[in-house]
T-cell receptor
Framework: GDSVTQMEGPVTLSEEAFLTINCTYTATGYPSLFWYVQYPGEGLQLLLKATKADDKGSNKGFEATYRKETTSFHLEKGSVQVSDSAVYFCALSIPGRRALTFGSGTRLQVQP | DAGVIQSPRHEVTEMGQEVTLRCKPISGHDYLFWYRQTMMRGLELLIYFNNNVPIDDSGMPEDRFSAKMPNASFSTLKIQPSEPRDSAVYFC?????????????FGDGTRLSIL
């Protein structure tokens, strides 16, 4: 079946450090890929998405590129801030099925 | 604009009791999703509706769980009888249209504790 695998956290970084959170997927067909972010006590918010191979999603300084050859969608940010501390979820959606399949989430802690 | 509204935010009850979680989707959205989040299993889809009709309920864990959407602005998830292993955060989400280009908007969740 369809699945998403994320690197385990927590990831602890100092402010202004470079961030990478790895995400790989297994899916039938050609999925769309997403990163969602969850701040403490809140629901998930869409961070960025990519709907076809080689697309790059970007938002708030975060980027991720849809790599079909490696079935990956790694999240990157050049300089993290304390306010980026949250849990990040990679997710996919396959054509014809509206629901999302989520990875297990990666907690990011950014220290001043 | 109001987002997805869930109630209650927190629920603590004893095992065996009936629990009802409520969700008001964003006005005009035609898809509604119920998810459950636990440490062990992460985020799991329970059921989703399109135009108030259940489309996929394969994630509903067992017959103790039921979900309804009587109209476009309201949905409930009911657990009867509740068990300690049902303790989790339950999220409702809504979206507009069937395209994956339309994001799902999540509520803040209901944290359920079954004693």
């Amino acid at each position: 079946g369809d699945s998403v695998t994320q690197m385990e956290g927590p990831v602890t970084l100092s402010e202004e450090a470079f961030l990478t959170i790895n995400c790989t997927y297994t899916a039938t067909g050609y999925p769309s890929l997403f990163w969602y972010v969850q701040y403490p006590g809140e629901g998930l918010q869409l961070l960025l998405k990519a709907t076809k191979a080689d697309d790059k999603g970007s938002n708030k300084g975060f980027e991720a590129t849809y790599r079909k050859e490696t079935t990956s969608f790694h999240l990157e940010k050049g300089s993290v801030q304390v306010s980026d501390s949250a849990v990040y979820f990679c997710a996919l959606s396959i054509p014809g099925r509206r629901a999302l399949t989520f990875g297990s989430g990666t907690r990011l802690q950014v220290q001043p | 604009d109001a987002g997805v509204i869930q109630s209650p935010r927190h629920e603590v009850t004893e095992m065996g009791q009936e629990v009802t979680l409520r969700c008001k989707p964003i006005s005009g959205h035609d898809y509604l999703f119920w998810y459950r989040q636990t440490m062990m299993r992460g985020l799991e889809l329970l059921i989703y509706f399109n135009n108030n009709v259940p489309i996929d309920d394969s994630g509903m864990p067992e017959d103790r769980f039921s979900a309804k959407m009587p109209n476009a602005s309201f949905s409930t998830l009911k657990i009867q009888p509740s068990e300690p292993r049902d303790s989790a955060v339950y999220f409702c989400a809504s979206s507009l249209g069937g395209s994956v280009n339309q994001p799902q908007h999540f509520g803040d969740g209901t944290r359920l504790s079954i004693l």
